[in-house]
C-alpha cells in the first residue's frame, strides 16, 4: 500500500514523524549527516531537564556565570547578554537557551550539569548513544560550528521525540513567545508559533554551513483522537522558508492521513496462556492507546494479528514485551507493534512450577 506522496519541500533534508502512532510519515535524505547548528540545544535541554528530575539542579537555584559561558554568547549572533561572574537562575537560563538560543545560557547551564563543558559533552555523546544514534557526535553544547560535531534528520528527530515524551514540562519553555533579560527583549526564532495555534515548539538553529533549520510540533485532534506531529527541516535558504516548509509538511500530515484508533490503554487485544506463574493466562495490550494513521479513506482495509513469544514463562512483569500486534493495509504489511503484559504474573509454588515444567515436556 503506497504512502501519500509529500508536498515539495525547499529543504536540504527533512523528515516527517506521528509520535501518537510512532509511524515516519515522510522523508528525504533523512540520514544524509548535516551541521546541527541551535538544534543541538535539544540535547542540551533534554540533559538539563534530567537533572531537575533527578534532584541535580533546581529551577530557583544561581548558577555562576564563567568567562567561558560569556565569551560563547559573544562569539554567535544568539545570546541572553547575562553577565561574567553573575549569578543567574536556573529557570532564565533555560529560558534564555530555549526562547532566545543564547549561546552564553546555555553554557553556564552546560557547566552547571557537568562541572565542565567537555564532561557535559562527554554525557550528550553518551546519551547519544543510549538512544541508539548511529551518526550523531556532539563537540559543543549550543551547536556552533566544529569539525565532527553533525547529525541527521532523522537522528534530531529522535532527540527531539524523546524530549517530549520524558519532559512533557519542557514544552511550556518552548512555546514561549518572548523572554525578557537583563532588559533586553528577544523574540522566539520559531515563526510558527504566531501562525498556527497548535504549534507548541520546538527549536530554530543556523549556521552557514547549516543553513537555517527547524524543528516543529504540533497537536491537533482529528475524529476525537489527539495527533501529535513532528517536523524536522534542515538547509533552508531563510528563516521564512524554514517556517513555510514546515507549515506545509505538518499541514499535510494533518489532511493527507486518518487516524485509526485500534485500542485504549490498558485494554486486552487477547490473552495467552502462562506457565509455571501464579496465574494460568495473562492479558496483552498496551499500556499506551494504540492508534495508527492510514492514507486518506483507507482506514477500513486495517487488519490486525496477534504473534506470542511462547511459551510465556512466568514470572512477568508488567508492562513486560511478550508479542507483537502486526498490522496490515489492504493485505500488505503496515506495522508492528509490541505487546504488553498488562498485569505482573509471579512464578507459582514449587508444586506449580513442576507440574509445569512436566506439562511443557510432553508437549
Known amino acids: 500500500m503506497a504512502m501519500p506522496q509529500p508536498p515539495e519541500v525547499a529543504a536540504r533534508a527533512f523528515i516527517l514523524q506521528d509520535l501518537s502512532s510512532a509511524q515516519t510519515l515522510a522523508a528525504r535524505q533523512a540520514d544524509t549527516p548535516v551541521e546541527p547548528a541551535s538544534l543541538t540545544k535539544l540535547m542540551t535541554a533534554y540533559l538539563v531537564f534530567q537533572a531537575l528530575q533527578n534532584g541535580k539542579l533546581q529551577l530557583a537555584q544561581d548558577l555562576p556565570v564563567s568567562e567561558r559561558a560569556w565569551r560563547t554568547g559573544m562569539t554567535g549572533a544568539s545570546r541572553t547578554f547575562i ?22 545560557a546555555t553554557t553556564a547551564l552546560a557547566e552547571g550539569v557537568g562541572g565542565t563543558v567537555e564532561v557535559f559533552v562527554d554525557m550528550m555523546n553518551r546519551q547519544a548513544q543510549a538512544f541508539g544514534l548511529k551518526a550523531t557526535h556532539f563537540k559543543n553544547p549550543e551547536g556552533l560550528t566544529a569539525p565532527g560535531h553533525v547529525s541527521t534528520a532523522r537522528e534530531l528527530s529522535v532527540i527531539a521525540s524523546r524530549l517530549i515524551t520524558d ?83 505538518l499541514n499535510w500530515g494533518y489532511s493527507a492521513f486518518d487516524v485509526v484508533k485500534l485500542f485504549d490503554a490498558g485494554q486486552a487485544v487477547s490473552t495467552a496462556p502462562v506457565w509455571k506463574g501464579a496465574a494460568n493466562t495473562v ?34 512483569n508488567k508492562g513486560q514485551a511478550v508479542g507483537t500486534l502486526k498490522i496490515t493495509l489492504g493485505g500488505h504489511p503496515w506495522q508492528e507493534v509490541p505487546l504488553q503484559a498488562l498485569d505482573a504474573v509471579p512464578s507459582a509454588g514449587f508444586l506449580g512450577r513442576a507440574w509445569d515444567a512436566m506439562r511443557l515436556a510432553i508437549q
Do not use: H
Open 83 to 104: 553577565k561574567v561572574n553573575s549569578r543567574v537562575k536556573v529557570d532564565d537560563l533555560i529560558k534564555g537557551m530555549i526562547v532566545q538560543s543564547g549561546n552564553d
Open 167 to 249: 519532559f512533557p514540562n519542557s514544552l511550556p519553555y518552548y512555546s514561549m513567545k518572548e523572554f525578557s533579560y537583563n532588559g533586553i527583549r528577544q523574540n522566539n526564532r520559531n515563526l510558527l508559533l504566531w501562525r498556527d495555534p497548535t504549534v507548541d515548539g520546538l527549536k530554530t538553529g543556523f549556521t552557514e554551513a547549516a543553513g537555517y533549520c527547524l524543528i516543529s510540533t504540533a497537536k491537533r485532534s482529528t475524529g476525537g483522537v489527539s495527533r501529535r506531529l513532528l517536523s524536522v527541516v534542515v538547509g533552508t535558504a531563510s528563516p521564512e522558508a524554514r517556517a513555510n516548509e514546515s507549515q506545509k509538511l
Open 283 to 316: 492479558k496483552l495490550g498496551r499500556t499506551q492507546p494504540l492508534v495508527l494513521v492510514v492514507p486518506r479513506g483507507q482506514a477500513s482495509a486495517v487488519k490486525t494479528s496477534v504473534t506470542r513469544s511462547d511459551p510465556l514463562l512466568a514470572p512477568l
